[in-house]
């Protein structure tokens, strides 16, 4: 037990150096790898065990990894779509880690490293998408298009049309949103009149990657 009570805690410590790009060096950096070193060895993480696991601050831990969508409250309003998650920070609640984010994570552990490209290729290839070899260089032109992460279809058809892909746009746009790596933005109607199609905001941790730490 001892034993891997070391592990864990050095996994931990190689996430959070991984971690250090996108939200800096500092406490609350440590806690959220902590918590999300634990969450990554199951399907949803509950509050209580938050407050176990980061015993300091467990709402302020919560609203930046919901912010970065590393974890996502499982409670919705309506809809699976990220803005109508309903985060609250009370006993009984559970979260859930998006399928990506739990790629990272892991690879995270292992290298101190946070590498998109691969979570997304490892986590497409056990899909068994026939472009799993091009969709990280897919998401890459998307993210790199991006305007506070957001993009609209149009652009993320336009994108398919590039890496040939044109006959998949619709099949790839439902994986990505499953992937974690995007999500329908419901509240952008004026963006959406403009655009003239569906908007998507992307994951920002992925995005991060690409653009720097912030835009």
């Known amino acids: 037990m001892a034993n891997g009570c070391r592990a864990n805690k050095k996994k931990a410590r190689q996430l ?6 996108i939200l800096g ?4 950096t440590g806690e959220i790898s902590q918590v999300l070193a634990y969450a990554s060895l199951q399907d949803t993480v509950s509050y209580q065990e938050i407050r176990e696991v980061a015993k300091d601050d467990p709402e302020d831990i919560l609203l930046i ?3 970065w969508r590393l974890v996502l409250p499982v409670r919705t309003a309506k809809s699976a779509a990220w803005e109508d998650r309903l985060l609250l920070a009370r006993d ?9 984010i739990r790629y990272l994570v892991k690879e995270a552990m292992q290298s101190a490293k946070w590498y998109p490209e691969k979570a997304i290729r490892e986590l497409l290839r056990e899909l068994r998408d ?5 969709i990280p260089e897919l998401v890459r032109a998307i993210a790199e298009k991006s305007i506070d992460h957001k993009i609209s279809g149009n652009q993320i058809k336009r994108a398919c049309l590039q890496f040939g892909l044109s006959d998949r ?3 790839l746009i439902a994986e990505l949103k ?6 329908l933005k419901l509240g952008s109607i004026p963006d959406v009149m403009g655009a003239g199609s569906p908007i ?3 994951n920002p941790s992925i995005v991060v990657h690409y653009k720097g730490k912030r835009e």
């Open 16 to 21: 959070e150096k991984a971690l250090r790009r």
């Open 65 to 67: 990894a919901e912010e």
């Open 25 to 28: 060096a500092g406490k609350v």
């Open 169 to 171: 746009v619709d099949w």
């Open 200 to 202: 998507y905001e992307l």
């Open 92 to 100: 009984g609640e559970v979260y859930e880690m998006p399928n990506v």
């Open 178 to 183: 499953a992937a974690g790596i995007m999500s």
């Open 130 to 134: 026939p472009a799993w070899e091009q």
